[in-house]
């Protein structure tokens, strides 16, 4: 009797683990893109993804203006990915309001202190985030924490999470939701309390 107990408690235990992991991947994304004073696309774009989601949202009238954050504190073949994102939007953004905003820094928190300085000058109130899907939850928690005078809103741009409702067969989402869930667990457990 008792091994029928154990074994029926650790198939219901299997269950909701699997159950859990299966939204993992969806639980990561906050797609509530609003109006506002500003869009803020953050650094780590791959395929430049992020980007084609803040100008599509800048043509559409979410905001007046966009900054892309951008790194001055790396080199990579002599130049520094904020040298590499101006020349881009010279080419790319079709004489839009879109900006550089030198960062420097390897976290989201650090990212956003940087960026800060940009900020100021536009005075906004409100702020849109665009990052990737798997990133949205993360960076808007930080960006609240961290800047709570301004009203903040995130679009995910598609990295393959949005589309993908069985993120776990594709190798490359299942890392980055892993990977992601663990800078979450960082994010709540050691570096929001600093």
């Not at 879109?98 to 928190?109: A, F, I, N, Q, R």
């Not at 940087?114 to 993360?138: E, F, G, K, N």
């Amino acid at each position: 009797m008792r091994f029928l107990i154990k074994a029926g408690l650790a198939f219901i235990a299997i269950v909701l683990i699997l159950l859990g992991l299966r939204h993992a991947g969806p639980a990561l994304v906050v797609n509530q893109p609003q109006r506002s004073d500003v869009i803020l696309l953050l650094a780590g774009d791959v395929g430049d993804t992020r980007y084609w989601k803040g100008i599509e949202l800048l043509r559409s009238g979410y905001a007046p203006r966009m900054l892309v954050d951008a790194r001055v504190d790396a080199v990579s073949y002599g130049r520094t990915p904020a040298e590499l994102t101006e020349d881009f939007i010279q080419r790319s953004a079709g004489g839009l309001p879109v900006h550089v905003c030198p960062t420097m820094g390897t976290s989201t928190l650090q990212e956003l202190q940087s960026a800060a300085a940009c900020l100021q000058p536009a005075a906004p109130h409100s702020i849109l985030l665009v990052t990737s899907d798997y990133h949205t939850r993360r960076a808007l928690s930080v960006a609240r924490e961290a800047y709570p005078r301004y009203s903040w809103s995130v679009a995910a741009a598609n990295n393959g999470l949005l589309s993908a409702p069985r993120w776990w067969t594709d190798r490359e989402i299942a890392k980055n939701v892993f990977l992601e869930w663990q800078k979450v667990a960082w994010w709540e457990l050691v570096e929001r309390h600093r």
